[in-house]
């Protein structure tokens, strides 16, 4: 189904802001704000903060917890721009050949930033132990796949593509035999998904004998940046009310994690494989967050709260590769151990955290500041 309607779509009137704030909340839980919640754990006496806290650990197999969901959210938001920017392209002239080169060089970049982050120091002299799964390398094909249907295929034939490909999943995880476990064996080492890992993706396994990031489980994830896709379909459509984007938004959302649960009972939900019951629910996840902020933010024009997470949501990939390449945990001790050093020992850890988080927030306001926005 070739996607014709596209090009007379009426666009958006201006930048929603709810997208860069929802992408600014998901950055900052992966980039201090997690780690601060995490380190509460323990150290009061109050169930409900321990409670909270053990929300930001991933679990070990099946199973979930809020941080399980940070990922997916941000696969989801980089298919909620995809409308955005191609109808952009679009306006402007810029044939769809042109439109698929830049979506190719973008994934080119984002994977080879990707294995550099996942590997530092880059082990030069021996690829053995090279990890080519990871968070951008996800990130980037499916945004490249995403883009490549949006171009060509409606709202409605994208949506039967990822369900598609998540009952292909589903049936080749039951049904695809694997040598020494036979069908349909989820545990953590017979499942099809390590098997194929083991079998063909070279270098470093992040769980050793597959990685969660690597070849197989890309199937199911890119679904959610496809889901986000629709989403923008709907946020940039100006035929249709404000109010009538958020019923559409929240039913879907809706939808999505009802199947998502009822999914479960046979396949159950399980980050490490990224099985689809996992999409579902995340996916379904997804919506009500992005109706939440779009709600509060773009249709009651609340948007002074959000400026906090606008300031980290315009630079998203600049602060994640420097999360990982600048300490800012070691800087907030530097900075602010002279405030906490009398405190109790236990302390020290949160201070810490919470140090580098607002570190991490002034980074990106100087940015901000100076309008320093690097895009890929």
């Known amino acids: 189904m070739i996607n014709q309607e596209k090009t007379t779509l009426p666009a958006a009137p201006k930048r929603l802001v709810s997208i860069d704030a929802l992408r600014g909340f998901d950055m900052l839980m992966i980039c201090g704000l997690g780690a601060f919640i995490e380190s509460l ?81 880059f082990p030069f002299f021996d690829w053995t132990h090279v990890r080519l799964g990871g968070v951008l390398q996800r990130i980037a094909i499916a945004g490249f796949v995403t883009t490549l249907l949006y171009l060509n295929f409606a709202t409605k034939a994208r949506m039967l593509w990822a369900a598609g490909i998540l009952l292909f999943y589903y049936a080749a995880m039951f049904l695809i035999p694997v040598p020494g476990f036979g069908a349909g064996d989820l545990s953590f080492e017979g499942n099809l998904h390590g098997y194929i890992d083991r079998s ?28 986000g896709s629709i989403a923008g379909d709907f946020l ?50 997804s919506f009500l967050f992005l109706a939440f902020f779009y709600w509060v933010i773009d249709v009651l024009q609340l948007k002074k709260w959000a400026f906090f997470f606008v300031v980290i949501g315009m630079n998203s990939i600049t602060i994640y590769l420097a999360y990982h390449f600048i300490d800012f945990g070691f800087t907030s001790k530097l900075l602010f151990e002279g405030l906490y050093v009398n405190s109790q020992e236990a302390w020290h850890s949160v201070f810490q955290s919470l140090g580098a988080l607002v570190l991490v927030w002034v980074f990106l306001y100087i940015l901000y500041r100076k309008k320093i926005f690097v895009k890929i």
Request: glycine share 10%; with cysteine.
């Open 41 to 121: 754990e323990g150290k009061t006496s109050l169930a409900w903060v321990d409670a909270i806290a053990a929300q930001f650990h991933h679990t070990d197999w099946n199973g979930f917890t809020f941080y399980d969901f940070i990922f997916p959210l941000f696969l989801f938001i980089a298919g909620v721009s995809i409308p955005f920017s191609m109808q952009a392209g679009l306006a402007k002239g810029i044939p769809k050949s042109n439109l698929y080169k830049k979506a190719l060089k973008r994934m080119l970049i984002l994977v080879a930033l990707g294995i550099l982050e996942k590997n530092t120091p």
């Open 200 to 227: 063909i993706l070279p270098g470093r396994l992040l769980q050793g004998t597959f990685d969660e990031n690597g070849l197989f489980t890309q199937l199911p994830a890119l679904c959610l940046t496809i889901m």
């Open 236 to 285: 940039r459509n100006a035929a249709i009310t404000p109010y009538g984007k958020l019923k559409k938004i929240l039913l879907y959302g809706l939808v999505c994690i009802g199947i998502g649960l009822v999914w479960n009972l046979h396949f159950p939900i399980n980050k490490r494989l990224w099985s689809s019951s996992f999409i579902m629910l995340t996916g379904g996840m």
